[in-house]
């Protein structure tokens, strides 16, 4: 039953209260007196207190502050003959709930309880959803150690902390950057408030400027009422605009302006409207050579860049991927194979991971971990189930030491010679594959540039 404090001398309001209470099916507690309220509070922890202004020994108002003071929580109602609006101010300053005039109104209470009662269990239910989602993104669930990441994060927790209007993430596809970006927003001081995220590619472009700003009504035809954009929904907190390399450099230019006056407008709207959110703009390419290029505004890139976090691709992270493997076999393991223990990985298995380029980063990796946990039917993970592409890594045949940039390889002609043509074409076929199809990349792994390779494409025979 919810308990409630009266703080009344009057002994017969006291009662009234006590008896009202009792039939709503609450548990009354009263006390008489400033002098021992706090220590009942502490020891009997009411849902709500109603508080009387003039007490014999003190004010009210000052048992109101020193309740609040060390239970911020707590939920005052004032009761009081003294209606002067200077003691009514203060109160609801103090922290008050409400402000109940005597004689009281049962009914008037009554809903005033109610209300009290309800507006502090749903905070309270928003403060323990937050506090779980806080630690579901906090940066303890990113893994990694090595020296990279570690950099990395260190950067990303200064920005968490600090009050930086815009951040540029820049990483591969699947690197983390959804991870950090929420690890970012829930550790820093808009944690309470909202993260919002967009993803520049997935939306027509010609749609995206009103996502992000919304609009008046009658912006355009089909614009029959007002529509709140993204930027109003984030207010106080903060938006990841994913992908912002594939925004329209005409809402490019718009953006920038927004960063830089810290006020926007509706579609079709002329008032500006001041904004509090942290953008966080995210790209799976290189901003700079896209900008350099002109497909990119140089003008956002240099402010977007002011603070860059660059994460590192698993191939860059050491021994990382076989800490997140471990992970993913114990996080997955439980969920997809739950009635198997698995014990680890075998040696030729941690050597391949090790040894792979992983173009699809820590997605692929888990996704590579989720495949083998379903399949495997050893009591460890060897390469029976692994994926295809792991196990023949292109030129893995006749090409040794391919991860170790220093040495020259060697390739054993075969004595019945090789069409150069077929193996050019071959090992061309085999980067894209391993690339699942980024051309840059497999560009890379070829020591070409993007353009050679377009070529090479179009003239392979298909
Ligand atoms: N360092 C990491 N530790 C744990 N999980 C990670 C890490 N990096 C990425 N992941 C996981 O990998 C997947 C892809 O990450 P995501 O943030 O969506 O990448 P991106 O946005 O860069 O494409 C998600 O399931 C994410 O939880
Ligand atoms: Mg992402």
């Known amino acids: 039953m919810k308990k409630i404090l009266i703080v009344d001398d009057e002994k017969m309001i006291r009662w009234t209260l006590s008896q009202a209470l009792k039939s709503w099916g609450y548990m009354p507690i009263e006390i008489a007196t400033i002098s021992d309220a706090l220590e009942t509070y502490a020891n009997e922890m009411p849902q709500a207190v109603l508080l009387d202004i003039d007490l014999p020994d003190g004010s009210g108002l000052d048992l109101l502050r020193d309740i609040k003071r060390e239970h911020p929580e707590a939920i005052v109602i ?22 109940i005039s005597k ?64 951040v540029l993430l820049q990483g591969e ?58 930027f109003e929904q984030a207010e106080g907190g903060t938006l990841l605009l994913d992908e912002i390399g594939e925004m329209e450099l005409g809402l490019q230019a718009k953006l920038l302006r927004v960063l830089e006056e810290g006020v926007f407008r509706r579609v079709g709207g002329l008032k500006d409207i001041p904004l509090d959110v942290r953008v966080i703009a995210a790209s799976n390419r290189d901003l700079k050579s896209e900008s350099m290029e002109g497909r990119f505004r140089l003008d956002l890139y240099y402010r977007l860049s002011v603070i860059q976090i660059d994460i590192p691709p698993l191939r860059e992270r050491d021994d990382d991927v076989l800490l997140l493997a471990k992970y993913y076999l114990e996080t997955l393991g439980e969920r997809v194979r739950p009635t198997k223990k698995f014990q680890g990985f075998s040696p030729e298995v941690i050597q391949i991971f090790r040894q792979y380029e992983w173009a699809g980063n820590v997605r692929e990796l888990r ?28 030129g893995r ?18 004595k019945d010679g090789i069409s150069l043509e077929e193996v050019e074409d071959s090992l061309v076929h085999q980067a894209i594959e391993q690339c699942h199809g980024n051309q840059t990349h497999a560009a890379r792994l070829l020591g070409i540039t993007r353009d050679q390779l377009r070529y090479r494409l179009k003239k392979l025979p298909v």
């Open 103 to 166: 004689p009281v109104h049962l009914e008037e209470l009554k809903v005033s309880i109610r209300n009290a009662l309800e507006a502090h269990e749903l905070r309270q239910e928003v403060k323990q959803i937050r506090r779980e989602r806080s630690s579901k993104f906090s940066f303890d669930q990113i893994i990694g150690d090595s020296p990279k990441m570690l950099q990395m994060l260190s950067l990303a927790k200064k920005v968490a902390e600090s009050e930086v209007g815009s």
């Open 173 to 230: 596809s699947g690197t983390g950057k959804d991870l950090v970006a929420k690890a970012i927003h829930y550790t820093s001081r808009r944690a309470d408030k909202p993260f919002v995220a967009i993803n520049c590619a997935a939306i027509p472009s010609n749609l995206v400027e009103s996502e992000l700003f919304g609009y008046e009504r009658g912006a355009f035809t089909d614009a029959k009422s007002r529509k709140e954009g993204l």
């Open 78 to 99: 004032m009761i009081t003959g003294n209606v002067r609006v200077e003691t009514t101010i203060s109160a609801l300053r103090g922290g008050a709930y409400d402000f």
């Open 367 to 394: 996704n590579v971990v989720e495949r083998c946990l379903i399949l495997e039917d050893e009591n460890t993970i060897t390469t029976n189930y692994l994926p295809h592409n792991l196990l023949t890594p292109p």
């Open 397 to 414: 045949s006749f090409v040794e030491n391919t991860h170790d940039e220093d040495k020259e390889f060697s390739l054993t002609l075969p």
